[in-house]
Structures are given as C-alpha cells and as structure tokens.
C-alpha cells in the first residue's frame, strides 16, 4: 500500500527503498521536485486549513517521520517505525548528496533559523557542500529576491526549514521558477541527531502524541457514523 490517510489527507507510505529510489530519480531528472518530511502537528495544522491541506497533497514525496503518526494507525508496522527512529530515510539521503557531490541550497525564516538548520545539517554530516544561506527576513520575505538569489547560484538541491505553512506554500509557489533538482523541506522543530534533542521537547512530544492518536480514532469513529 502506497499510500495511507489520516485525519482525511493522503500521504504517501512508500517503503525505505522505495522512497530512496524516488528521490535518486529526482536529482537525476527535472524539472524540479519536493520532497516533504511530514510530522503529527503538520497533519494536525492541514486538517484545519484547506489551503495547506492542498499544498501538501501536491509535493511529489511525502516522508513520514514522526512515528506518532504510524502508531496512532490500526495496523501499525514496526519495521517504518523503526526506520523513523533511526533517520535511515535521511542518513542515506544525505550520504547520495555527498557522494553525488551534490550543491546544496539552505533556506530558512530568519538568520537564526537559517544558522540552526546549516548547524544542525554540519553537525550530522560535516561533508555537505552547503554552496548558498538565504534568509527571507533579510530579503523582506519576498519570494522574488529568494528566487534571484538561489538561482544566482543553481544549487542542485535546496533544503529548508520553516514554519509549515509558509513552507509547504513557497514549495509550491516556487517550484516552476527555481533552477534546481530538488527541494526538501524539513519540519520547523526537526533535530537531526537526536541525541541534541532537548528534553524538554521529547516530553512535550510524547504528550502530543497521546493526544494526537485520541484525534485519529475519533476522526475515524465519526466517518464510520457518517
């Protein structure tokens, strides 16, 4: 089964492989596709907003890595999960970027998330070629001067963090005017190496998860009585 759905938006439920195949045949083709790492809130945010709802179902991969989200199915597959835990999907991609000596692009809201995201890249593989930073704020969030700038440089993949909804829009917007492969757009809060992760978060995530797995089971109760 390639793809699931849950809380009403379609996902994609490729296997690893799978998912890695896909993404080897994007850097190779064009024109450019996107790639977008999904978590629970994400899917709780598009099941209140139509308009983002939308943006997610036109990214060309979707990879599912908050296991919360497979947990909270009725068949729940352990090896996916454990993939997620691990960041396999992530760590190969990263090593096919490296040894495809691959140009990157990082993209962000603001300067501090911008040097967050190339920290968090660096710290887990200190071999990227990272060849471009921009920053919307210092562009006065306009999509024309970030175009300008990524494409004065035609990275060959870009990789973004930001807030979700203005992330999964601007991939969307964008994709027919960026000169580049591929765009993978991560969760705002993502940690790479997990360990770095603060407590604090993995508390509050266990908690989210609790409560998310309550939402899906009442969503799916309610279109069974529909």
Request: hydrophobic letters at 35%.
């Amino acid at each position: 089964m390639n793809q699931i759905n849950v809380l009403g938006i379609d996902l994609n439920n490729y296997s690893l492989k799978e998912s890695l195949v896909l993404t080897e045949k994007y850097l190779q083709e064009g024109p450019l596709r996107t790639i977008l790492y999904v978590d629970a809130k994400m899917l709780m945010l598009a099941g209140q907003d139509e308009t983002y709802k939308e943006c997610l179902s036109k990214c060309d991969l979707t990879i599912i890595n908050d296991e919360g989200i497979l947990q909270a199915l009725p068949k729940v597959n352990d090896s996916k999960i454990e993939d997620i835990k691990e960041s396999k999907y992530t760590r190969i991609m990263l090593k096919k970027l490296v040894y495809g000596h691959k140009r990157i692009g990082l993209l962000a809201d603001n300067i501090d998330n911008l040097n967050t995201l190339a920290d968090n890249l660096l710290n887990y593989r200190d071999d990227l070629n990272i060849v471009s930073k921009v920053s919307m704020d210092t562009l006065e969030d306009s999509t024309e001067r970030m175009l300008n700038q990524v494409n004065d440089v035609i990275p060959d993949v870009i990789i973004s963090q930001m807030e979700p909804t203005r992330q999964a829009s601007l991939m969307e917007e964008s994709r027919n005017m960026m000169n580049c492969k591929l765009w993978i757009g991560l969760p705002e809060k993502m940690v790479l190496l997990k360990e770095k992760e603060p407590l604090r978060t993995k508390i509050w995530s266990k908690l989210f998860h609790r409560f998310f797995r309550k939402e899906v089971r009442r969503y799916e109760t309610q279109k069974k009585e529909e």
